[in-house]
């Protein structure tokens, strides 16, 4: 399987407990997004790299959560001290900058539960 | 930022038609994507949109109107599989990341 990998898929945590989830690209893609969804809403753009550069933060972003991508390959999000209103699917994307219209391709989600 | 509306909710008949519109309101343009959702998975790509016209693509077609800020999905010969939501989404220009609408949830009925 080539697409976008996540992991874990599914988290449930504890309030203020810190969670981590990791993204592997489509391998040949330089470009990588992280995205949140809740139910009933589109997908809510937090944060984009070009390689390992991190070029974009939404301010949904809150100093609670961090992303890296420290080789551009794979990327990690983090939330710290985690509140209810963080339990939400956080998707993956990645993208190859190319004629083809840059077409953005999700993985599967991490859902996280926070109890 | 940008101002994506779609409808919340269409119902359909199976093997009919269905017209899902989108309007949006951007800065600079830089294509329009759709994408199916099923319940709990992640969206995939179905179409892209970034000069005026239909893009046909099997059963499923979509248009843009840059002048007026719409695109529209077309899904032919609905089957039961096609119930999900839709997601119209934007791209800015000189931007790489989209944005999203809140989605269409279409309910195939038998």
């Known amino acids: 399987d080539t697409g976008v990998s996540q992991d874990p898929r599914h988290k449930i945590t504890k309030r203020g407990q810190n969670v981590t989830f990791r993204c592997d690209p489509i391998s040949e893609h330089n470009r990588l997004y992280w995205y949140r969804q809740t139910l009933g809403q589109g997908p809510e753009f937090l944060t984009y790299?070009?390689?390992?550069?991190?070029?974009?933060k939404s301010r949904l972003l809150s100093d609670r959560f961090s992303a890296e991508r420290p080789k551009g390959s794979f990327s990690t999000l983090e939330i710290q001290r985690t509140e209810q209103g963080d339990s939400a699917m956080y998707l993956c994307?990645?993208?190859?900058?190319?004629?083809?219209?840059?077409?953005?391709?999700f993985g599967e989600g991490s859902w996280l539960t926070v109890v | 930022g940008q101002n994506i509306d779609q409808p919340t909710e269409m119902t359909a008949t199976e093997g009919a038609i269905v017209q899902i519109n989108c309007t949006y309101q951007?800065?600079?343009?830089?294509?329009l994507f759709w994408y199916q959702q099923h319940a709990g998975e992640a969206p995939t790509f179905l179409s892209y949109?970034?000069?005026?016209g239909l893009e046909e693509k099997g059963r499923f077609s979509s248009f843009l109107s840059r002048s007026k800020g719409y695109s529209y999905l077309l899904l032919k010969e609905l089957q039961m599989k096609d119930s999900a939501s839709y997601l119209c989404?934007?791209?800015?220009?000189?931007?790489?990341?989209?944005?999203f609408g809140a989605g269409t949830t279409v309910t195939v009925r038998a």
């Open positions: 994307a990645s993208s190859l900058n190319g004629p083809a219209g840059n077409t953005i391709y």
């Open positions: 790299f070009q390689n390992e550069a991190q070029l974009e």
């Open positions: 989404a934007v791209r800015d220009f000189n931007d790489y990341k989209l944005s």
């Open positions: 951007t800065s600079g343009f830089n294509g």
């Open positions: 949109n970034v000069l005026d």
